[in-house]
């Protein structure tokens, strides 16, 4: 809810109320003063209203001018007065009625979990000319960079301005664009001219969505910079890679901790639903759910934004399945931001052929994992370089790294392996085959740790399974449904692992497998019949149809193989 003047705005309702009467407002004209308290911090260009309002639609800017007049007469405002909606003239509008900010629950919540990093750039951006935020797509850069500017305002002399670079589509519109924005006289025959008079500002300039055009936002900013004489220009950038200048300082924006994960949440599902109350349900079920969006906030709106038309029953069910329905209205005004899929595919585009198939493939990977196994999955003729296509992957905030061991192990988050999977799965003979090969080699890193753990180097082969856990769970459960004998290959290699460590999982997968196949003879799915029958053993389950398995499973393996470590 909002309050300005005598006015509330009820976004989760869609009601407009002034002096206590319902004041009614057409769809489009509602969305749009959302979208300008929303935004208040900033101007708000045509364009972005636009774009954030009506999305790909063509509308005429008479038709906007229309919206706005419409949202000013039902407000109590004009274009004389101009108390709630201000124009600025040349570059578009901005919303100026004081908000009661002890009555506003949406106000700042996207922010939830920030405070201490927006503090840190701001103090940054004290003796440091560039700073950039970097970070996976959905993870809050921009909006961080626009609270960071919203606090900076009386700083300097000459203001704060956003460039907002995602809408552009080649290179050479960025200069044009900054010029624009910031009312610089731009001579294309002597583009020097106007990169002087930036460099000259008391500004701070926010460059969000610097991505797709990195290599001209790099050089124009290192050439603007040269320029400087005062010092009192300073660049806040957000992309998904470092912008590589020697002044840079770089900020990795992480997804959000668990307990704000949840706060952000708890208000945003309030927004949706007035009824909504954090204790409703289960914290395990909110928190198990956000997992598996990662804790990204521009995924956690996505979610809470669906409980104003879904119960929260039918939500977890939803994501469970997968995340492709999430989309947002009017939240954001960059078309990438519309829905998880265009999100990720504008990271995407970004990539060349190599560095797109790698990173459909890497979908099959369910956790973290070393470059070597991704070499062994990816195959021999590619190998040789995909340490470096990891690499580039991460830069691009397109993975996450941990350098925390031995070598560094990369990761996918859940999000973006979900839609990474969907585009893999449009290549059905190339997703069979990736799959296969990455349940093949993890069948030989199961019978390797096997071996290992058999032997005084016990430990190092327990810490290598607890690694790779999650990529023997995927590779049993794709062998279960396409290569039966594989999954029992892998079933008895764990045989020992899993009866040494009371881990039971393995167990219930071989259980699973034979059930499967009712048909199948005693010597059939082998490794499978013997962690069954080991299990039954090591309850007392003594009777004849338990003990067979092993007997006729492992004829050449000795009693004291078969006993586990006690190291």
């Known amino acids: 809810m909002y309050r300005f003047a005598d006015c509330e705005v009820d976004p989760a309702g869609r009601e407009l109320r002034c002096a206590g009467a319902v004041v009614h407002l057409e769809p489009q004209a509602f969305d749009l003063l959302v979208y300008l308290i929303e935004h208040r911090e900033y101007v708000v260009t045509k364009n972005d209203l636009l774009d954030g309002v009506w999305g790909h639609r063509f509308v005429s800017e008479a038709n906007l001018t229309t919206r706005v007049k419409e949202v000013r007469r039902a407000v109590g405002d004009d274009g004389a007065r101009q108390h709630v909606i201000g124009t600025v003239h040349g570059r578009g509008y901005r919303f100026v009625a004081a908000i009661d900010d002890g009555a506003a629950v949406v106000s700042g919540v996207g922010l939830i979990g920030r405070d201490e990093l927006i503090a840190a750039i701001a103090g940054q951006l004290r003796h440091s000319s560039l700073v950039t935020l970097i970070g996976p797509g959905g993870v809050g850069k921009s909006s961080i960079a626009r609270a960071v500017a919203g606090g900076l305002v009386s700083s300097f002399g000459d203001g704060v301005h956003i460039v907002e670079l995602a809408n552009i589509d080649a290179g050479q519109h960025v200069l044009p ?75 990795r924006v992480e997804p959000l901790g668990a307990d704000h994960a ?101 979908s099959v990977f369910a956790g973290s994992v070393s470059t070597a196994d991704v070499a062994e999955v990816m195959g021999s003729e590619r190998s040789g370089h995909v340490a470096f296509t990891l690499g580039s992957l991460a830069d691009r905030s397109l993975l996450a790294t941990a350098t925390d061991g031995a070598s560094t192990r990369y990761r996918m988050l859940s999000t973006v392996r979900a839609v990474a999977g969907r585009w893999l799965d449009d290549d059905v003979d190339a997703a069979a085959d990736v799959r296969r090969r990455h349940a093949v080699h993890f069948a030989g890193v199961v019978r390797a740790i096997d071996h290992v753990i058999r032997t005084p180097n016990e430990i190092e082969g327990r810490h290598r399974l607890a690694s790779v856990a999650d990529e023997i769970r995927t590779a049993h459960y794709w062998s279960q449904r396409y290569e039966p004998e594989l999954a029992a290959d892998i079933s008895g290699a764990l045989h020992l692992a899993a009866y040494s460590t009371f881990w039971n999982e393995p167990v219930e997968w071989a259980r699973l497998l034979l059930a499967q196949h009712p048909a199948a003879t005693t010597d059939d799915l082998l490794g499978a019949r013997l962690i069954v029958a080991g299990s039954a053993a090591n309850r007392g389950e003594l009777g004849w149809r338990a003990l067979r398995s092993p007997e006729r499973v492992a004829p050449t393996t000795s009693a004291r193989e078969r006993r586990p470590s006690r190291s």
Do not use: K, Y
């Not at 000259?200 to 797709?212: F, G, K, M, P, Q």
């Not at 706060?263 to 395990?284: C, E, G, K």
């Not at 879904?310 to 977890?316: A, G």
């Not at 960059?334 to 890497?362: G, I, Q």
């Open 177 to 251: 664009t900054i010029a624009r924005v910031l009312d610089i006289v731009l001579d294309r025959d002597r583009p020097d001219h106007a990169m002087r008079s930036l460099a000259n500002l008391d500004a701070l300039v926010v460059v969000d969505n610097c991505e797709h055009v990195v290599d001209v936002v790099s050089e124009l900013i290192d050439r603007v910079l040269s320029f400087a004489v005062a010092g009192g220009l300073r660049v806040l950038a957000t992309s998904q890679v470092r912008l590589g200048l020697s002044v840079e300082q770089v900020h």
């Open 262 to 362: 949840v706060a952000l949440f708890d208000a945003r599902a309030h927004v949706a639903r007035a009824s909504w109350r954090p204790d409703q349900i289960n914290r395990s079920r909110v928190e198990r759910l956000l997992s598996r969006l990662d804790h990204l906030p521009l995924t956690i709106e996505m979610a809470a934004a669906r409980l104003g038309s879904m119960t929260f029953d039918e939500l977890e069910a939803a994501i469970e399945n997968g995340t492709h329905f999430l989309q947002v209205s009017h939240r954001s005004p960059a078309r990438r931001h519309r829905s998880l899929d265009s999100l990720v595919a504008w990271s995407a585009a970004l990539l060349d052929v190599d560095e797109r198939r790698t990173f459909t493939e890497l």
